[in-house]
């Protein structure tokens, strides 16, 4: 998050390539984490627009580097869709529900493959908190 948050596009790819891939399974957790930071990303109105397009542009040149599985994930990431729970998850931060309302959708994305739910959460608070410090309070 740190090349995002200085506008580096070239460490942005450098860390794209050093999480794709990483990790066993058909969604390694490294794809994971892109997917969720992806998903914030292509919020409308995100403060870290580059990075879809930079994310867009590894997956484009470096398929070999992950599964076909991961690659469709983090395609639909870059466009806003993913699974329902994680979708609600983001939904429910959205209209600012009180955090306890977030528990259910929460643990339901959390229940998402073995590690997956939790490692796709790990990417979306990532990009909630860079969000915040490029743009300031949600």
Known sequence: TAAI???DEDAERRGVLALLGLG?????AGDDFLAGLALVAAL???APTGFVPVLRAVLADFPARTTD????TLAEATEGRARGELIDVLRQLAHSR????????????????????SDTL??????LHLEEELRGSL
């Open 122 to 127: 790990s990417g979306i608070v990532a990009g």
């Open 44 to 46: 409308p109105g995100s």
């Open 69 to 72: 599985l991961s690659l469709a």
């Open 98 to 117: 009180p955090s306890w309302e977030l528990h259910a959708p929460v643990r339901k994305a959390l229940a998402v493959g073995h590690t997956s739910g």
């Open 24 to 28: 066993p399974g058909l969604t390694p």
């Open 5 to 7: 948050r200085g506008g």
